[in-house]
């Protein structure tokens, strides 16, 4: 299926670069006249991913993080957030809520929170190679 309308950023893994990405993808889909809760959900699920990406893809050095926002048809929306990190080993043991590689400052809830604000979430990932996550979901259309 082809997208009606695509977004795509770089920029580098700075932790201040997180509320750039999360005001971007929200400002882009601002077309869908999405509702307060809808687009918090997704700028939420965005957040995480994004922080992911600093935190764990690049750990002590700066990389570029990759977003591709596509909006389909009848409301469907994927946001693809890349790292060419240090990719993750065990994506099923990385997904499981309250496992951390960060340490004692993080909670270990990136992955269910992205679950638990999108219709699906897809990981893929090489050792050395980074990260994909997409996150899928419906808008209501209301344009």
Not at 22 to 39: H, I, K, M, N, W
Not at 48 to 69: D, F, M, Q, R, S
């Amino acid at each position: 299926m082809k997208p009606i309308n695509k977004l795509e950023i770089k920029f580098p893994s700075n932790s201040v670069n997180e509320g750039f990405a999360r005001a971007a993808v929200s400002a882009f889909l601002s077309q869908l006249d999405p509702t307060l809760g809808e687009l918090t959900d997704l700028k939420t699920a965005v957040s995480e991913a994004v922080t992911n990406a600093i935190v764990h893809g690049y750990k002590e050095e700066l990389g570029p993080v990759y977003i591709t926002v596509k909006i389909f048809e009848g409301g469907k929306v994927t946001v693809r957030v890349r790292d060419k990190g240090c990719g993750i080993p065990d994506i099923p043991k990385a997904m499981e809520p309250l496992y951390t590689t960060g340490g004692e400052e993080r909670a270990g809830l990136g992955f269910a929170v992205m679950q638990s604000f999108c219709d699906s979430v897809r990981v893929t990932s090489k050792v050395g190679k980074g990260v994909s996550v997409t996150l899928c979901k419906h808008f209501e259309s209301r344009v």
